[in-house]
């Protein structure tokens, strides 16, 4: 993001002070969201700095203390350690942290995203209406998967971001929805989901070296029909062609409540010989991803790159080293928006993508009430990263 952008102009009164409360399961990423917030405040020459509106404007940290702890039962209630009265909050949480563990009658249970949802509500709840404004920032949107209603099923997203508005949240920040639609259900309040693109991008070209960016050298493939929009901007941004597969289902047959897939047909030109980006959300256990990699392999594309805002490896990351070790995949790039094992974070063929300065950026004007439309949109800095590359001075 350069040194323009690293002095945002921020002349404006901050709406409040400025409050930052990451849920045990964000604590990283706050700290170092923390860590950027308070290097470019302790910068920012401004002449109102003595101001009473600037109160509180340069601290040492934004991140309030807070906790969730836990009776022998499983229960729980939310507690906020500082005052929060006045403040403009934001609210972290990662519901796909699965590695916190607490007491449930002696057994050790893992926390699942609904945990993580709950201790949201409770730490909402803990605030008790003293904020300024609430904003929750949660990067993975819970049960975002469950947008749509297909048959005789509850409707989770929608009933969650509802559930948050009527608890006095007003904003809704989060990554990537899976279908940004389930919007709809809270139509007068702010909602915005944050493409990373721009990080990917700068990622794969950290990383790679003697990429062709041109539509000779290399394609954009979506690897269903739900993700078309993510490739189209990729490739239109980067001048290059798309293609996509839909898959073939069996509706006969019902296999672990859905039809099975029978194959994955792809539409679009040649790749024989081009490098790929398979771009995608998540990556849940991997195997669509996988099984895509390998049909282009099959018709002899070379380099296989894949982004996904959210690496979930519910299965493990054994068959990534496999696609690996077997030639199907070069790189897989995620986001460190949701726990990263080490042992991901150790793989050859892994490129985390760090979020943190970009969020720290969305609060910093978000709190002087300040625009975010060109932090939305990253073309001109994927532009220029692209030309860097080119030139060789990456």
Same mark, same amino acid.
């Given at each position: 993001?350069?040194?323009?952008?690293?002095?945002? &102009?921020?002349?404006?009164?901050?709406?409040?002070?400025?409050?930052?409360?990451?849920?045990?399961?964000?604590?990283?990423?706050?700290?170092?969201?923390?860590?950027?917030?308070?290097?470019?405040?302790?910068?920012?020459?401004?002449?109102?700095?003595?101001?009473?509106?600037? =109160? +509180?404007?340069?601290?040492?940290?934004?991140?309030?203390?807070?906790?969730?702890?836990?009776?022998?039962?499983?229960?729980?209630?939310?507690m906020i350690l500082?005052?929060?009265?006045?403040?403009?909050?934001?609210?972290?949480?990662?519901?796909?942290?699965?590695?916190?563990?607490? *007491?449930?009658?002696?057994?050790?249970?893992?926390?699942?995203?609904?945990? /993580?949802?709950?201790?949201?509500?409770?730490?909402?709840? @803990?605030?008790?209406?003293?904020?300024?404004?609430?904003?929750?920032?949660?990067?993975?949107?819970?049960? *975002?998967?469950?947008?749509?209603?297909?048959?005789?099923?509850?409707?989770?997203? @929608?009933l969650a971001l509802?559930?948050?508005?009527?608890?006095?949240?007003?904003?809704?920040?989060?990554?990537?929805?899976?279908?940004?639609?389930?919007?709809?259900?809270?139509?007068?309040?702010?909602?915005?989901?944050?493409?990373?693109?721009?990080?990917?991008?700068? +990622?794969?070209?950290? /990383?790679?070296?003697?990429?062709?960016?041109?539509?000779?050298?290399?394609?954009?493939?979506?690897?269903?029909?739900?993700?078309?929009?993510?490739? $189209?901007?990729?490739?239109?941004?980067?001048?290059?062609?798309?293609?996509?597969?839909?898959?073939?289902?069996?509706?006969?047959?019902?296999?672990?409540?859905?039809?099975?897939?029978?194959?994955?047909?792809?539409?679009?030109?040649?790749?024989?010989?081009?490098?790929? $980006?398979?771009?995608?959300?998540?990556?849940?256990?991997?195997?669509?991803?996988?099984?895509?990699?390998? =049909?282009?392999?099959?018709?002899?594309?070379?380099?296989?790159?894949?982004?996904?805002?959210? +690496?979930?490896?519910?299965?493990?990351?054994?068959?990534?080293? &496999? @696609?690996?070790?077997? +030639?199907?995949?070069?790189?897989?790039?995620?986001?460190?928006?949701?726990?990263?094992?080490?042992?991901?974070?150790k793989r050859e063929?892994?490129?985390?993508?760090?979020?943190?300065?970009?969020?720290?950026?969305?609060?910093?004007?978000?709190?002087?009430?300040?625009?975010?439309?060109?932090?939305?949109?990253?073309?001109?800095?994927?532009?220029?990263?692209?030309?860097?590359?080119?030139?060789?001075?990456?």
């Amino acid at each position: 993001m350069g040194n323009r952008e690293e002095k945002r &102009n921020l002349e404006t009164i901050p709406v409040g002070s400025l409050g930052m409360i990451a849920l045990e399961g964000c604590r990283s990423l706050g700290e170092q969201i923390d860590q950027y917030l308070v290097k470019w405040r302790a910068e920012r020459e401004s002449e109102h700095k003595e101001s009473l509106a600037f =109160a +509180g404007y340069q601290r040492e940290s934004y991140l309030l203390k807070s906790a969730v702890p836990r009776f022998g039962s499983g229960e729980a209630k939310g507690m906020i350690l500082q005052s929060v009265r006045g403040t403009d909050l934001y609210l972290l949480v990662d519901v796909c942290n699965y590695s916190l563990t607490y *007491s449930l009658c002696g057994h050790e249970n893992h926390m699942s995203p609904d945990d /993580h949802y709950q201790d949201l509500k409770r730490v909402i709840a @803990a605030v008790g209406g003293k904020a300024r404004r609430i904003t929750v920032i949660m990067p993975f949107l819970y049960e *975002s998967r469950q947008h749509k209603r297909t048959a005789r099923e509850s409707l989770d997203c @929608a009933l969650a971001l509802q559930e948050l508005v009527q608890m006095g949240v007003d904003n809704i920040i989060t990554f990537d929805a899976h279908d940004p639609r389930v919007q709809n259900a809270i139509p007068l309040h702010g909602f915005e989901t944050v493409q990373p693109a721009y990080q990917f991008i700068k +990622g794969l070209l950290l /990383h790679e070296k003697d990429l062709k960016i041109d539509s000779g050298h290399m394609m954009v493939i979506s690897p269903d029909e739900g993700g078309m929009t993510r490739a $189209i901007y990729i490739a239109n941004v980067l001048g290059l062609d798309m293609g996509m597969f839909y898959k073939r289902r069996d509706y006969t047959r019902v296999v672990n409540g859905r039809n099975p897939i029978v194959a994955h047909e792809f539409l679009g030109t040649s790749v024989e010989g081009k490098d790929m $980006i398979i771009i995608d959300d998540m990556i849940s256990s991997g195997e669509s991803v996988l099984e895509v990699a390998a =049909a282009l392999k099959e018709r002899k594309a070379n380099k296989i790159f894949v982004f996904a805002t959210f +690496g979930l490896f519910t299965s493990g990351l054994e068959k990534f080293d &496999n @696609a690996f070790a077997s +030639g199907i995949i070069t790189k897989v790039l995620t986001t460190n928006l949701i726990y990263q094992t080490p042992e991901l974070l150790k793989r050859e063929w892994y490129v985390t993508c760090d979020m943190s300065k970009y969020i720290a950026y969305i609060i910093d004007t978000l709190n002087h009430d300040s625009s975010i439309s060109d932090l939305l949109n990253p073309n001109e800095r994927i532009q220029s990263i692209v030309a860097k590359y080119k030139r060789g001075e990456l």
